[in-house]
């Protein structure tokens, strides 16, 4: 066979001059990601002080992720009864009883949507698997153009980098952003956002955060959520919901979940991605959950159908195993108030170290107001320390937090409390 002049300069690329193997790799021009790039510098720092905030997991008072003890203790019973196990595959959709108290546990019991049958719940792997499939349906199927939809998606400014980078996966590539967090006001600016969502295309998709918004901290208030409601139902902007801890940020299950409730109870369609690895301490075994609630029940076998195709071509059946240590502990009133008193101890202690860092500064004479701390929930707060300044932290102080200035609120503890407290005075107070 005779090659021409293209293929042989090519050829002589992958063999080499010796016939064996590429001298050069097809992933050459890889780079490091940004996202690990703070943890990349924490790593290599020496310093015997040195504080990793940009973490996602729950730490505890030791630094330490925290395992909950009802958690631990149901996986030991499940994993040990050997009768709980099948050699069969599980179903595309995951776990049924799974997939039905997740689905419980974010529209409530006594859901309309739930009751006339137009809900379809599907176990995912992890939170990114949920956000992911969600785009997957929505590329393929959108209104049924009969193309595949491109956009436009919008995320809130800031967004948690791979957000943007799930959608573009599918195809989607119009990706936008609407004004979130007021820097001066530190906390949510509604008047802006809802002049974003106005502009917004009809028939566009938004992704919205029900509750402890990542990596901010800062939630509208239900009467803010109305307004959000309303304006959404009234351009016929699609709700994507992200509810990645569901009690970590007020304690209460039902008030964070309560702006999807709200949207529901409008008679909106509506996603919903759920991740229960932060809530109930599943850091290695992620389990997820998408929500899709539907206008009418009769396209309802349809969806499913078309779910469970691209189920397959995605990661065929989830695990079961953790899913049922779950929705053990979903379906069982003991279990399910001894989860929530763990849960509401995470947050009381997560409100407790913004009190003490708020007090800390004040003591410390920190240039301006830090009521913002403790008026945000959940794991996350936006510190509303400016790119400079975060610089100063992890060059000078070997602090690191996120670029944006966001930090995990559970990563500072009664050991480096102070030390955090002083580095971050001397970062607003220093000259550059």
Same mark, same amino acid.
């Given at each position: 066979?005779?090659?021409?002049?293209?293929?042989?300069?090519?050829?002589?690329?992958?063999?080499?001059?010796?016939?064996?193997?590429?001298?050069? #790799?097809?992933?050459?021009?890889?780079?490091?990601?940004?996202?690990?790039?703070?943890? #990349?510098?924490?790593?290599?720092?020496?310093?015997?002080?040195?504080?990793?905030?940009?973490?996602?997991?729950?730490?505890?008072?030791? %630094?330490?992720?925290?395992? $909950?003890?009802?958690?631990?203790?149901?996986?030991?019973?499940? +994993?040990?009864?050997?009768?709980?196990?099948?050699?069969?595959?599980?179903?595309?959709?995951?776990?049924?009883?799974?997939?039905?108290?997740?689905?419980?546990?974010?529209?409530?019991?006594?859901?309309?949507?739930?009751?006339?049958?137009?809900?379809?719940?599907?176990?995912?792997?992890?939170?990114? %698997?949920?956000?992911?499939?969600?785009?997957?349906?929505?590329?393929?199927?959108?209104?049924?153009? %009969?193309?595949?939809?491109?956009?436009?998606?919008?995320?809130?400014?800031?967004?948690?980098?791979?957000?943007?980078?799930?959608?573009?996966?599918?195809?989607?590539?119009?990706?936008?952003?609407?004004?979130?967090?007021?820097?001066?006001?530190?906390?949510?600016?509604?008047?802006?956002?809802?002049?974003?969502?106005?502009?917004?295309?009809?028939?566009?998709?938004?992704?919205? #955060?029900?509750?402890?918004?990542?990596?901010?901290?800062?939630?509208?208030?239900?009467?803010?959520?109305?307004?959000?409601?309303?304006?959404?139902?009234?351009?016929? $902007?699609?709700? +994507?919901?992200?509810?990645?801890?569901?009690?970590?940020?007020?304690?209460? $299950?039902?008030?964070?979940?309560?702006?999807?409730?709200?949207?529901?109870?409008?008679?909106?369609?509506?996603?919903?991605?759920?991740?229960?690895?932060?809530?109930?301490?599943?850091?290695?075994?992620?389990?997820?959950?998408?929500?899709?609630?539907?206008?009418?029940?009769?396209?309802?076998?349809?969806?499913?159908?078309?779910?469970?195709?691209?189920?397959?071509?995605?990661?065929?059946?989830?695990?079961?195993?953790?899913?049922?240590?779950?929705?053990?502990?979903?379906?069982?009133?003991?279990?399910?108030?001894?989860?929530?008193?763990?849960?509401?101890?995470?947050?009381?202690?997560?409100?407790?170290?913004?009190?003490?860092?708020?007090?800390?500064?004040?003591?410390?004479?920190?240039? %301006?107001?830090?009521?913002?701390?403790?008026?945000?929930?959940?794991?996350?707060?936006?510190?509303?320390?400016?790119?400079?300044?975060?610089?100063?932290?992890?060059?000078?102080?070997?602090?690191?937090?996120?670029?944006?200035?966001?930090?995990?609120?559970?990563?500072?503890?009664?050991?480096?409390?102070?030390?955090?407290?002083? #580095?971050?005075?001397?970062?607003?107070?220093?000259?550059?």
């Amino acid at each position: 066979m005779r090659l021409c002049g293209d293929c042989r300069a090519a050829e002589g690329v992958v063999h080499g001059k010796d016939g064996h193997g590429s001298q050069v #790799s097809v992933f050459s021009t890889a780079a490091a990601a940004d996202a690990t790039a703070a943890l #990349s510098s924490f790593n290599r720092d020496t310093h015997a002080s040195k504080v990793y905030l940009a973490g996602e997991e729950y730490l505890n008072d030791e %630094g330490h992720t925290f395992v $909950l003890p009802l958690v631990k203790k149901i996986k030991q019973q499940i +994993f040990t009864d050997p009768t709980l196990f099948s050699e069969n595959y599980s179903s595309s959709l995951g776990l049924t009883e799974f997939t039905r108290r997740a689905t419980e546990l974010a529209l409530g019991t006594n859901s309309r949507a739930v009751l006339e049958n137009r809900v379809l719940g599907v176990q995912t792997v992890g939170f990114t %698997g949920a956000v992911r499939l969600g785009a997957e349906l929505l590329r393929q199927h959108w209104y049924g153009i %009969g193309a595949a939809w491109c956009g436009p998606v919008y995320l809130s400014s800031p967004f948690e980098a791979s957000l943007a980078s799930t959608f573009q996966a599918v195809g989607i590539q119009d990706v936008r952003q609407y004004y979130y967090w007021n820097d001066e006001q530190r906390g949510v600016g509604l008047e802006k956002l809802l002049e974003d969502l106005e502009r917004a295309p009809e028939q566009s998709v938004v992704v919205l #955060s029900a509750s402890a918004h990542f990596p901010t901290g800062a939630d509208l208030s239900q009467k803010q959520w109305k307004v959000v409601g309303q304006l959404m139902m009234r351009r016929s $902007l699609l709700p +994507f919901f992200l509810l990645p801890a569901q009690g970590l940020c007020y304690g209460d $299950l039902e008030r964070d979940a309560w702006p999807l409730q709200y949207f529901e109870s409008l008679g909106m369609e509506l996603l919903c991605a759920q991740s229960f690895s932060l809530c109930f301490g599943l850091y290695g075994e992620h389990v997820g959950h998408l929500l899709c609630v539907l206008r009418q029940n009769s396209i309802l076998l349809a969806v499913q159908s078309q779910v469970e195709k691209l189920v397959r071509a995605l990661w065929a059946q989830p695990s079961v195993g953790t899913a049922r240590v779950i929705a053990t502990v979903l379906s069982n009133p003991a279990h399910l108030s001894e989860w929530q008193d763990e849960v509401k101890h995470i947050v009381e202690r997560c409100m407790l170290i913004r009190e003490r860092l708020r007090e800390r500064l004040r003591i410390l004479g920190s240039p %301006g107001c830090w009521d913002h701390l403790t008026q945000q929930g959940g794991l996350y707060s936006c510190t509303g320390l400016n790119g400079q300044q975060v610089q100063f932290l992890s060059k000078r102080r070997h602090i690191y937090l996120l670029p944006n200035g966001c930090l995990n609120v559970s990563a500072i503890n009664s050991h480096n409390l102070s030390y955090v407290a002083q #580095s971050i005075h001397e970062a607003l107070t220093s000259p550059v």
